[in-house]
T-cell receptor, first 111, second 111 residues
Framework: DAEITQSPRHKITETGRQVTLACHQT?????MFWYRQDLGHGLRLIHY???????NKGEVSDGYSVSRSNTEDLPLTLESAASSQTSVYFC??????????FGQGTRLTVV | QKEVEQDPGPLSVPEGAIVSLNCTYS??????FMWYRQYSRKGPELLMY????GNKEDGRFTAQVDKSSKYISLFIRDSQPSDSATYLC???????????FGTGTLLAVQP
């Protein structure tokens, strides 16, 4: 069965370190998204991509970057982790206007 | 002003009650409206999907969209303890497929 997987599921890192969260989907979807989820804010869009070599900034993109070198993967990089980036991160993929499928999330703690 | 507003709750109801969840939005370009359900420590899963205005029913769930009022609702009939979760409304304008979420409403159905 097609799926979307995130790794790691849990990560603790120190302030100032570079961190990369992985997202891999086997749906062959063109659209991929990264969200962060925080209490009181719901899901906020960080970055998104509509295809290989395409990346776009969402509403909370500062301090984050993504790259899309193939259809299956959209890694999210925190250039210099800050305590404000402690959150649960979700990756999602979709095709056209259809349902977006979400991964199980990565719980990141920056200490 | 946020593009999508949702009452965060929490909402606690007895088993068998009718539950009403609501969202309002400001962007008139939104055409696709969704409700996602998220269990604790899991990724969101699509529950209902509606295009433009109108009603859609699926078992105990009914989604309503009123584009003239920029208001969407989700009704749950005969609520069950297994319905206890966070419910997130989401919407997009079609061309961008960029989902914008409400903050989510935490629902607890008491047996």
């Amino acid at each position: 069965d097609a799926e979307i997987t995130q790794s790691p599921r849990h990560k603790i890192t120190e302030t100032g370190r570079q961190v990369t969260l992985a997202c891999h989907q086997t749906w062959n979807h063109n659209n991929m998204f990264w969200y962060r989820q925080d209490l009181g804010h719901g899901l906020r869009l960080i970055h998104y991509s509509y295809g290989v070599q395409d990346t776009n900034k969402g509403e909370v993109s500062d301090g984050y970057s993504v790259s899309r070198s193939n259809t299956e993967d959209l890694p999210l990089t925190l250039e210099s982790a800050a305590s404000s980036q402690t959150s649960v991160y979700f990756c999602a993929s979709s095709e056209s206007s259809d349902e977006a499928f979400f991964g199980q999330g990565t719980r990141l703690t920056v200490v | 002003q946020k593009e999508v507003e949702q009452d965060p709750g929490p909402l606690s109801v007895p088993e068998g009650a009718i539950v009403s969840l609501n969202c309002t939005y400001s962007n008139s370009a939104f055409q696709y409206f969704m409700w996602y359900r998220q269990y604790s420590r899991k990724g969101p899963e699509l529950l209902m999907y509606t295009y433009s205005s109108g009603n859609k029913e699926d078992g105990r769930f009914t989604a309503q969209v009123d584009k003239s009022s920029k208001y969407i609702s989700l009704f749950i009939r005969d609520s069950q303890p297994s319905d206890s979760a966070t419910y997130l409304c989401a919407m997009h304008g079609g061309a961008t497929n960029k989902l914008i979420f409400g903050t989510g409403t935490l629902l607890a159905v008491q047996p």
